[in-house]
């Protein structure tokens, strides 16, 4: 079974159609890149596959189920979403924002346990981010900030991944050590993973299949090798690429 669906989905701002008629299917151990220009709809599609906004028309299936049917919590349990913005209208301690993943898996009057903790603590290493637990989270960098919602993530431990622009922030080490840390989510632990990319060089790299949404209704998917070319790609952002090919990496420099 897919743990993600969607099925002739249609997905609208306002009286604009951004999505119109979209198929796609994903199955463990696959990672699809969303790519587009801003303001395309690829956020507004993101909370679509969510759950967290009902599309105009179509569905979109949950390990199987209607997302739109879940309870919050049994949502959370098959997908972790990765927002754009953390909001942070709370102190609180890096280890108790990481413990936060864990709410979904607890019973409503259960305290995490030391395993909940541990995971945690795990998380925040994977995340280059041990030995700073117990700090506020209103002393961390634009960067810190975002290794610690990626840490959020992996101690909920959802079968699936929905992430929009993991990278913001993150300097060229941390981004690629993110993408290596979601690489093996999917490969040793059959995660999947759907993530809003602004480099195609990096989702050619880091993913397996791509999905171009042009903002008008229109989207195309297939392989990377297919679909990031320099001619979909210059159509895509409107501007010329040349695509250069080195040890079976692909990029894209601007004509
Ligand atoms: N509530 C709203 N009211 C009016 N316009 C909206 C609303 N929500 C989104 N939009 C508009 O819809 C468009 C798509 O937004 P979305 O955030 O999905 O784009 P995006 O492709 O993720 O862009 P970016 O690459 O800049 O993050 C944008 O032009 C945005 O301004």
């Known amino acids: 079974m897919s743990l993600l669906e969607a099925r002739q989905l249609r997905v609208t701002i306002g009286d604009k ?3 119109d008629r979209l198929d796609l299917s994903l199955a463990a151990g696959e990672r699809l890149a969303i790519l587009g220009r801003n303001g395309a709809g690829k956020s507004t599609l993101l909370s679509v596959l969510a759950g967290l906004r009902k599309p105009a028309a ?3 299936l949950l390990d199987g189920e209607d997302a ?3 309870h919050p919590r049994q949502a959370a349990l098959r997908r972790a979403w990765l927002g754009q913005f953390q909001n942070d209208p709370f102190g609180s301690t890096v280890l108790e924002t990481a413990l936060t993943g864990r ?3 607890l019973g409503r009057w259960d305290w995490e346990s030391t395993k909940d903790a541990d995971l945690a603590c795990s998380a925040l290493q994977a995340v280059g981010l041990a030995g700073m637990e117990a700090r506020q989270i209103h002393t961390l960098s634009g960067g810190e900030r975002q290794r610690l919602a990626i840490a959020t993530l992996l101690t909920q431990a959802a079968p699936l991944y929905l992430l929009d622009e993991p990278l913001s922030h993150l300097d060229l080490n941390h981004q690629m050590a993110a993408l290596e840390l ?3 989510a999917a490969r040793d632990c059959g995660a999947g993973v759907v993530m809003v990319l602004h480099d195609p060089a990096l989702a ?3 993913c397996d299949r791509a999905l171009l949404v042009h ?3 229109r989207t195309e998917m297939g392989s990377v090798d297919d679909i990031l070319t320099a001619a979909t790609l210059s159509e895509l952002y409107g501007y010329g690429l040349r695509q250069i090919e080195d040890r079976g990496h692909r990029c894209f420099i601007p004509e």
């Open 17 to 19: 159609t951004i999505i």
């Open 58 to 60: 179509g569905a979109v």
């Open 68 to 70: 739109a049917l879940l």
């Open 103 to 105: 709410h979904p898996h």
């Open 182 to 184: 979601f690489a093996g």
């Open 204 to 206: 050619h790299r880091f």
């Open 215 to 217: 903002g008008d209704g």
